[in-house]
């Protein structure tokens, strides 16, 4: 093996989180070119391969696997070696959060403010998914899914639970009959999510209100069925967290129809062995479930929204 250049494994490191060379040149202040040269000095120096190169940017080989987790435990040993504290603040490093539509609503209503004073160092970089991001490519450092993950180097740790309900507006519920039952609904226009575009089996809300109903106004984005639904085109399931703010619109069955679903915090495991990002965790899930009486509505709730 020829002589190793520790600072090396900073850049393959660099590289294995972000995927593309021309990202971790700009976080670390120089060229993709610097960046290349590093890695193929590292690869020889290991005599190994440690990235397969492709459109889509770099992929870790076995080999490169397994360095990327000796690694991330001498960097958090680096972490706890004591230096002397200087007046001069740290570097801003990224951070990149992934996260449904609807708990990015909720985040930033809730969890933004304290986050960027607890964290000035951290850059934020939010990821709104309307689809699944690919956790092999490491798109994203945290993710929350509605679904656990559980094969893999990954670990997904269960945060809160939130209800979900059927809503519409007073003046939809007063141009139809009253709505008795489940069964009554087939006969309503309901807003809701593409079919083929449900990218987890959590948002497949409307086959467990009733299997035969089906939505006639489809949007990939919450945001937009909840601007139809307070529009009074139709009967939707909205969170309650996100339906709660708006005074125009009204439960449909509050007694019958009441879906629980479960956010998760999702990241590989290297990713936990870090102390930032640990200490980030642990501040995301205890913030969250802070607020959980704000994200299920109760059964003796009166029928507002």
Request: glycine share 4%; hydrophobic share 40%.
């Amino acid at each position: 093996m020829s002589k190793l250049n520790w600072d090396d494994l900073r850049f393959f490191l660099a590289v294995a989180r972000e995927r593309q060379i021309s990202r971790v040149g700009r976080h670390l202040g120089t060229s993709h070119v610097t960046v290349s040269r590093r890695l193929n000095r590292l690869e020889h120096a290991l005599n190994i391969r440690l990235f397969e190169r492709n459109p889509r940017g770099y992929e870790l080989t076995l080999a490169g696997q397994r360095l990327i987790e000796t690694i991330a435990r001498m960097e958090q040993a680096a972490e706890q070696i004591p230096v002397e504290q200087s007046p001069t603040p740290g570097r801003p490093r990224p951070l990149r959060f992934a996260m449904p539509e609807g708990f990015a609503s909720l985040f930033t209503r809730y969890l933004l403010p304290e986050f960027t004073d607890r964290f000035p160092l951290v850059l934020l970089e939010q990821i709104a998914m309307p689809q699944v991001l690919s956790l092999s490519r490491r798109e994203a450092d945290i993710s929350i899914t509605l679904d656990p993950v559980t094969n893999g180097p990954y670990r997904s740790e269960r945060i809160t639970d939130y209800t979900l309900h059927l809503y519409c507006t007073p003046g939809y519920l007063a141009s139809v009959p009253p709505i008795q039952s489940r069964e009554e609904l087939c006969d309503h226009r309901f807003i809701g999510y593409i079919e083929d575009m449900i990218f987890a089996p959590g948002l497949d809300y409307l086959s467990e209100v009733h299997p035969r109903i089906r939505p006639t106004i489809k949007s990939s984005s919450i945001f937009n069925q909840l601007a139809a639904i307070r529009s009074g085109l139709g009967i939707g399931v909205l969170p309650y967290y996100m339906a709660s703010k708006y005074s125009d619109l009204r439960i449909v069955l509050p007694d019958q129809v009441n879906l629980t679903r479960t956010y998760w915090l999702t990241c590989h495991r290297d990713v936990r062995q870090l102390s930032r990002e640990r200490t980030i965790i642990a501040f995301l899930i205890d913030a969250i479930r802070e607020h959980g009486d704000e994200l299920m509505r109760h059964p003796d709730a009166i029928n507002k929204p």
